[in-house]
């Protein structure tokens, strides 16, 4: 059966001596699998400490704070390993530090106002030999953490699984397009998003923990530097997450925040300004609503009729240009896609020079040369793009000059 013993926590993390509870020090519950016909007072006076440490931050989600931790329990139960469980209270005005306590949940009050900075504060505050970052709205199963705690006994340093919305979750279709590929992608490049990602407490430290720096894809960055430290791995298990934050933006304010990260890309990063309305606003009234306006409603259409547009481009390689002349209809709208794809292609190289830099400092063999196959792969994709460019500017001048 299992059973939840609960131990005095220093602020260094560490079991207080005697179980006493000290100044400064929180009180920790430490859930196992024990075997019933041992002495209660054996587990009391000497409770052994987590394997796994799952790491919540929260700010202001009382809402869905309870079925996250949960299933949390559930799934840490299942897999039969010792746990806790530490949400990270980041300044939250509502009652999401009673609903951690209420679920025997650690809680580590902070004031941040920053995703990398609250998880790494969780992650000195834990115990366990294997972290997992979990996100207050995302609910996870004792698959993807089973197939998790074995990528690393087997020597993963981390990994991360890919999160999927629930059939009945209400969010634009296409930013439900674009989930079958963050399900997928994942995978095939031994990536990760924050909502389900796990390590090792060395490679942790090895790696300083998340950039806080960034305000945002500060996941990405800590798999970039977990991947120089050792294996990463993607599941294929997926979690469930809430698409909350795509209700609560339009398909146009996200193509600009696209356009802004290519002309600014620091100051999308390291400006919580430019993300505050998607990642930091602390106003969770209409969460579960999706606005229904009509300029809604446009914004989201020409948002999907944008990913359709992307989607298509690899599609006409196969068709032959004898077949959509440039003077048709048809070859006017390949022209249009082929013109606005190949612009898009460009960030290829941005991306490919990211992961040149990672590729310098990798430590392992196998993991410069699956950098080095991704580069490859940016360089072709950049190059095709550019070359499109060219001709479509350079059939541009034509045109002008024979205006």
Not at 51 to 80: D, K, M, W, Y
Not at 300 to 324: D, I, K, Q
């Amino acid at each position: 059966m299992g059973l939840c013993t609960w131990a005095a926590v220093g602020r260094d993390g560490a079991p207080s001596p005697s179980g006493i509870n000290p100044p400064g020090s929180t009180l920790s519950a430490v859930c196992s699998q024990k075997n019933p016909r041992a002495k209660n007072s054996d587990v009391l006076s000497n409770p052994p400490g987590p394997v796994i440490s799952f790491i919540v931050p929260a700010h202001n989600e009382q809402a869905c704070l309870g079925r996250t931790l949960q299933a949390i329990h559930e799934s840490a139960s299942t897999v039969g390993q010792r746990y806790e469980i530490i949400v990270v209270d980041d300044a939250s005005t509502d009652a999401t530090a009673e609903i951690a306590r209420q679920h025997k949940a650690t809680v580590v009050p902070v004031n941040h106002r920053q995703i990398a900075a609250t998880r790494n504060s969780g992650a000195r505050a834990a115990r366990g030999d294997r972290i997992f970052f979990i996100d207050a709205d995302t609910i996870i199963n004792p698959g993807a953490v089973a197939a998790a705690l074995r990528a690393m006994d087997k020597g993963a340093v981390g990994g991360g699984a890919p999160a999927w919305f629930d059939k009945h979750e209400i969010v634009p279709l296409y930013i439900r397009l674009v989930g079958v590929f963050a399900i997928i992608l994942p995978k095939l490049i031994a990536f990760s998003g924050g909502a389900f990602m796990f390590c090792t407490r060395e490679a942790f430290h090895a790696t300083g923990g998340f950039d806080e720096r960034l305000y945002w894809s500060e996941e990405g960055s800590f798999a970039l530097a977990l991947k120089r430290e050792g294996r990463f791995v993607g599941l294929w298990e997926r979690v469930t997450t809430s698409g909350r934050r795509f209700r609560k933006i339009s398909g146009l304010q996200m193509i600009a925040g696209g356009v802004r990260m290519v002309l600014s890309p620091s100051k999308m990063f390291t400006h919580r300004s430019t993300v505050e309305k998607v990642w930091y606003d602390s106003d969770r009234t209409d969460d579960d609503r999706m606005p229904n306006s009509l300029a809604v409603r446009i914004s989201n259409g020409v948002a999907l009729v944008v990913l359709l547009v992307m989607l298509s481009g690899p599609l006409w390689n196969f068709v032959p240009r004898s077949l959509t002349p440039l003077a048709s209809p048809l070859g006017k709208i390949r022209l249009v896609i082929g013109t606005f794809n190949c612009h898009v292609g460009l960030l290829f190289w941005p991306i490919a020079v990211v992961l040149m830099v990672n590729v310098v400092r990798q430590k392992r063999f196998a993991g410069s040369l699956q950098s080095l196959v991704l580069i490859a792969f940016c360089f072709w994709l950049a190059s095709d793009a550019t070359r499109g460019v060219i001709r479509v500017w350079t059939l541009f001048a034509h045109w002008l000059a024979n205006f």
